[in-house]
């Protein structure tokens, strides 16, 4: 049982450029979760599905993307990064939305955007 | 607004003292509560949660949690602390409102153990 992968695990990218956060969990978590970690800030949610084919904002959406193809994938897109950007990705999954359900994160994303 | 706060961003103490980490919460009804921890370099994962029944949690490692309905509290403790558990530790809620439910996490106090 992996729980809860993220690909890559550090990423630089420049400014204008795109890229795709993977995430993958394998315990048949119908909600899955996107966060940033910014110091002092706590965890803040960008986006979140709470199936397939279903997705919402969060908090901090603007510059991300996501999609929910099937039920073990949940990626996250940079339309066109800023630095801004540069902050410490979750994804997190859980049975559901939130009540007596933890959440099962994964080991995160360290992107810097220049 | 319904909110998590944890008193201090930084909290020290010495190998073998006791370790009280503090989180209030602000919502009109009694939420379900969580602690999270989070090694360097590493995800959150859950500690210990309070959701009905008995007010005293335990948790992994150790740690315990008291919920106090009269005080919006949840705080964190442990009686003895080893070097291990030095982390950044996270309060989390989850609200019912507006008809879904909402995870709020705190900011998270680092926990420093001195030899």
């Known amino acids: 049982n992996a729980g809860v992968t993220q690909t890559p695990k550090f990423q630089v990218l420049k400014t204008g450029q795109s890229m795709t956060l993977q995430c993958a969990q394998d315990?048949?978590?119908?909600?899955m979760s996107w966060y940033r970690q910014d110091p002092g800030m706590g965890l803040r949610l960008i986006h979140y599905?709470?199936?397939?084919?279903i997705t919402d904002q969060g908090e901090v959406p603007n510059g991300y993307n996501v999609s929910r193809s099937t039920t073990e994938d949940f990626p996250l897109r940079l339309l066109s990064a800023a630095p801004s950007q540069t902050s410490v990705y979750f994804c997190?999954?859980?049975w559901g939305a939130g009540g007596t359900y933890e959440q099962y994160f994964g080991p995160g994303t360290r992107l810097t955007v220049t | 607004a319904q909110s998590v706060t944890q008193l201090g961003s930084h909290v020290s103490v010495s190998e073998g003292a006791l370790v009280l980490l503090r989180c209030n919460y602000s919502?009109?009804?009694?939420?379900?509560l969580f602690w999270y921890v989070q090694y360097p370099n590493q995800g959150l994962q859950l500690l210990l949660k309070?959701?009905?029944?008995?007010?005293l949690v335990k948790g992994i490692n150790g740690f315990e949690a008291e919920f106090k309905k009269s005080e919006t509290s949840f705080h964190l403790t442990k009686p003895s602390a080893h070097m291990s558990d030095a982390a950044e530790y996270f309060c989390?809620?989850?609200?019912?409102?507006?008809?879904?439910?909402?995870?709020?996490f705190g900011t998270g106090t680092r926990l420093k153990v001195l030899a």
């Open positions: 919502s009109s009804v009694p939420p379900y």
């Open positions: 989390a809620v989850s609200l019912y409102t507006s008809g879904t439910y909402k995870y709020i």
């Open positions: 599905s709470v199936g397939a084919g």
């Open positions: 315990m048949n978590h119908e909600y």
């Open positions: 309070y959701t009905t029944g008995a007010t």
């Open positions: 997190a999954s859980s």
